[in-house]
């Protein structure tokens, strides 16, 4: 059986509707996760750090960084190709180097920890391919990432709206 979802006032199912911008009631809270992001990033790939945003935010359904992260990975220079496969990036390991692989599984086990702590080998795999400062870097990033969808979720930010280039996270 299916159903369609009834548009609510404002053209969103009730299940759509955003409920709560974060930047908006705590502007300072917004602010301060912003610059521990942008210190986080610093000195990485500029691709890379958009590709493991883009696989936590599809491990955790957070559709506004999705729709964010995609876009600034395209204006990075991503290609499409890349950016589709992620989803299934263990079956298309021959998109991606051995360094993106080791953050993506870094990025999978330090955004699932439920199914566990992070693996030894996953750490490993990671410190093989990034200097002590760039895996402490990485793991910043993925935390920040997962900070950023956490709120995206329960707010229920609306993807869609997102310009590269814009004010971002």
């Known amino acids: 059986m299916t159903t369609t979802p009834t548009a609510s006032a404002g053209g969103y199912a009730p299940e759509h509707t955003p409920r709560l911008s974060v930047s908006g009631v705590l502007p300072h809270v917004y602010k301060a996760a912003a610059r521990l992001d942008a210190e986080a990033r610093k000195g990485l790939d500029a691709k890379l750090v958009e590709l493991v945003k883009i696989r936590a935010s599809q491990l955790n359904h957070c559709a506004f960084c999705l729709d964010m ?39 999978e086990a330090v955004t699932v920890l439920t199914d566990g702590f992070v693996p030894d080998e996953v750490f490993e795999r990671a ?8 895996l402490a870097q990485l793991i910043a990033s993925i935390g920040m990432i997962n900070f950023w969808n956490r709120l995206g979720v329960a707010g229920r930010l609306t993807p869609g709206h997102y310009h590269p280039g814009s004010a971002k996270h």
């Open 69 to 107: 992260h995609s876009k600034d990975a395209l204006a990075a220079g991503e290609s499409v190709e890349r950016i589709v496969q992620l989803s299934a990036w263990e079956e298309s390991r021959h998109f991606y180097t051995e360094r993106e692989i080791a953050a993506l599984e870094l990025t």
């Open 127 to 134: 410190a093989k391919q990034f200097e002590e400062t760039e």
